[in-house]
């Protein structure tokens, strides 16, 4: 899976955990507890967790693509990816 099939992906599991913690956040003004408390809490930690990696992605996005770009070379040279990447994987 490339970088950028990566980021897709992580879009929309970022999108399905605002969705998440909307039905979440329902939940707990509907019944207000602390298992409903913590299961908010969980929700925006998951959340804000997706959020940041995708900042972090389009902060450095063109780390992104050289590592990408170096990946597509190393395999074409090599047979396999590079081992080392100045960015995480996606």
Known sequence: MTDWDQMVENIHRAMLAVEDAHQTAQELRANPNGEALAAFQAQMK???ERLTRLQAALEHESE????ELADRLAEWMN???VPYR???KI
Do not use: V
Request: aromatic share 8%.
């Open 46 to 48: 998951e959340l804000i």
């Open 64 to 67: 992104y693509e050289i590592d």
């Open 79 to 81: 047979g396999k990816p």
């Open 86 to 88: 100045r960015t995480e």
